[in-house]
């Protein structure tokens, strides 16, 4: 989830914050995803989030952001070689 600098950050999300930029957004339907990118190399993740949510936000290629993970909302994929 992106954070808003406004709101307190839940206990169970403190420990999972990452700071990064959005890179690219695709609107895929009912709901935007995001790449997100934590380090130098590339992208690290990528965001689903609902439309409503997409636009509520104001978010846009480029910006500063950030974001929190749930553990349960965490997938690791091996890297393609």
């Known amino acids: 989830m992106v954070l808003k600098a406004d709101r307190p950050i839940k206990k169970n999300l403190k420990a999972?914050?990452?700071?990064g930029k959005i890179v690219r957004?695709?609107?895929k339907g009912s709901e935007?995803?995001?790449?997100f990118k934590h380090s130098q190399k590339d992208y690290d993740?990528?965001?689903?989030?609902?439309n409503l949510a997409y636009r509520s936000l104001c978010l846009k290629e480029?910006?500063?952001?950030?974001v929190a993970f749930k553990w349960e909302s965490?997938?690791?994929?091996?890297e393609q070689e």
Do not use: A, C, K
């Not at 999972?16 to 700071?19: A, L, R």
């Not at 935007?32 to 790449?35: D, K």
């Not at 480029?62 to 950030?66: D, I, R, W």
């Open 32 to 35: 935007h995803t995001l790449f």
């Open 45 to 50: 993740f990528e965001i689903s989030m609902p």
């Open 74 to 78: 965490i997938w690791l994929l091996p």
């Open 16 to 19: 999972n914050i990452f700071t």
């Open 62 to 66: 480029g910006q500063m952001v950030n």
């Open 25 to 27: 957004i695709v609107e």
